[in-house]
Antibody, heavy 112, light 108 residues
């Protein structure tokens, strides 16, 4: 059974940084593109970034380019999202996803 | 940037057919995916590659795509189908994904 478990969310001040992690199990992690998707409170879904199987290709939504970095460690079956220069509008539940499989999400709140 | 356009809301009576549309310029060449999200829950994939149904999704849920429009159809809609539905696809490069704005389906 595919399992994706996010962690690392929390409250951070504007301008601060946070690193999200996603632990994957139940499938061969290194065979799949992975992505992060977020959902602001009461809003729709927004694709944030994705990364190729070997990490050689990464793509981002325009609003996070230059501030967020997606990465992975295939040896640890883990996906990461380094978030810097956080803004209030980054407040959201962040989901780790592989094809149609999603985790339960981790909440990031950016507020002073 | 690329956009997918959905109606904000669709309302049907139980037993009727609900159709939710999604329009995007790249849809003639890119697959559409559909997610269902019930309140407080993570999204669930209900249609992939325009018209394929994951295991566990009832047959009354179907998808199609023609030209720049993809359509999610729920035949004989039930109260349990009430949810937000999102289409999902890529731009013409295939590298940047985007969700539609979501459609709230009401069955009452």
């Amino acid at each position: 059974e595919v399992q994706l478990v996010e962690s690392g969310g929390g409250l951070v001040q504007p301008g601060g940084s946070l690193r999200l992690s996603c632990a994957a199990s139940g499938f061969t992690f290194s065979n799949y593109w992975m992505c992060w998707v977020r959902q602001a409170p009461g809003k729709g879904l927004e694709w944030v970034a994705n990364i190729k199987q070997d990490g050689s290709e990464k793509y981002y939504v325009d609003s996070v380019k230059g501030r967020f970095t997606i990465s992975r460690d295939n040896a640890k079956n883990s996906l990461y999202l380094q978030m810097n220069s956080l803004r209030a509008e980054d407040t959201a539940v962040y989901y780790c996803a592989r094809d149609g499989n999603w985790g339960q999400g981790t909440l990031v709140t950016v507020s002073s | 940037s690329y956009e997918l356009t959905q109606p904000p809301s669709v309302s049907v009576s139980p037993g009727q057919t609900a159709r939710i549309t999604c329009s995007g310029d790249a849809l003639p060449k890119k697959y559409a995916y559909w997610y269902q999200q019930k309140s407080g829950q993570a999204p669930v994939l209900v249609i992939y590659e325009d018209s394929k149904r994951p295991s566990g999704i009832p047959e009354r849920v179907s998808g199609s795509s023609s030209g720049t429009m993809a359509t999610l159809t729920i035949s004989g809609a039930q109260v349990e189908d009430e949810a937000d539905y999102y289409c999902y696809s890529t731009d013409s490069s295939g590298n940047h994904w985007v969700f539609g704005g979501g459609t709230k389906l009401t069955v009452l």
